[in-house]
């Protein structure tokens, strides 16, 4: 396990209006900016570029995503793209044969990920969610139901991220890809929601997923937890040092505690107390 940790804070902004402002915090006064555009306070800190969100995979394959998504490149110069469903059905990455064998297929993957490198953007590789054929359960999340249930077998699982991740290899080179951040799953402490097993059964996910990846070449970059509200970071770094486990950086999602996530899920006060 490395020592030094890349600690990564992946925002997620939601919108919010007006009226729901006003419905949320009515006791709230009003605050006063004043700016000298004269005078300058030093540099303007760009961390906001590094990555931006994007919805679901299944979008980037959309002529108007892809002109949208070539627009902000051009004028914010983002510098990594995430987004959801990479390994959900309407992909079409995973299913088995009739004895059980499990096919792989990157034909979507392939067109997304082309264009993303042809504008010179790397991709923050999300894993998930799972593919019904390889999936434990039916729970969903979202309108397109992507499956958010722990694999039938872990074995498989590791296999599949090994496949994809050689894939990658071979698509697109070593020293791309080891510029680009491979993130197991996304916010698995939001139950229900994104994960309906328990913290273990993520860490189990991890391993298998961050043994595959590295088993392909040990110098890509593996990390998470990608939980909401800063949870689960110690126990995470603690689980990996204790098991040897690779970890190259720690991801997390901050959210307002007003937001519509935090009124959810309620975990606005993890941000409070950290």
């Known amino acids: 396990m490395k020592k030094s940790l890349i600690i990564l804070f992946v925002f997620v902004g939601l919108a919010s209006f007006k009226s729901f402002a006003q419905a949320t915090n009515t006791n709230s006064q009003n605050r006063i900016i004043k700016v000298d555009f004269n005078k300058s306070a030093g540099k303007l800190n760009t961390m906001f ?12 394959l959309r002529a108007d995503w ?10 914010c110069d983002f510098k990594y793209i995430r987004f959801h469903g990479l390994l959900s059905d309407d992909m079409a990455v995973y299913r088995e044969d009739e004895k059980g064998n499990p096919e792989y297929n990157y034909q979507y993957v392939d067109v997304l990920f082309d264009f993303i490198v042809s504008l010179k953007m790397k991709p923050f590789v999300e894993l998930g969610f799972m593919p019904n054929a390889l999936a434990s359960g039916k729970e969903t999340v979202f ?3 992507g499956n958010v249930t722990p694999p039938k077998d872990y074995k498989k699982w590791e296999d599949l991220v090994k496949n994809l991740t050689a894939h990658f290899k071979e698509r697109y080179g070593d020293e791309e890809v080891k510029t680009w951040y491979f993130e197991v799953w996304n916010e698995p402490n939001l139950t229900p929601g994104f994960w309906t097993g328990t913290q273990e059964e993520y860490y189990k996910l991890y391993d298998y997923a961050a043994r595959g990846i590295k088993a392909v070449n040990p110098a890509y970059k593996v990390g998470g937890p990608a939980t909401a509200g800063a949870a689960w970071v110690p126990e995470t770094i603690a689980f990996c040092t204790k098991n040897n486990l690779p970890i190259d950086f720690i991801s997390t999602h901050a959210y307002s505690k007003t937001w519509l996530f935090g009124r959810i899920w309620n975990f606005g006060n993890n941000i409070e107390q950290r």
């Open 49 to 60: 570029k590094e990555c931006i969100g994007a919805g679901r995979a299944n979008e980037g």
């Open 66 to 75: 892809q002109q949208q998504l070539a627009l902000v490149k051009k004028e």
């Open 143 to 145: 309108w397109w139901k």
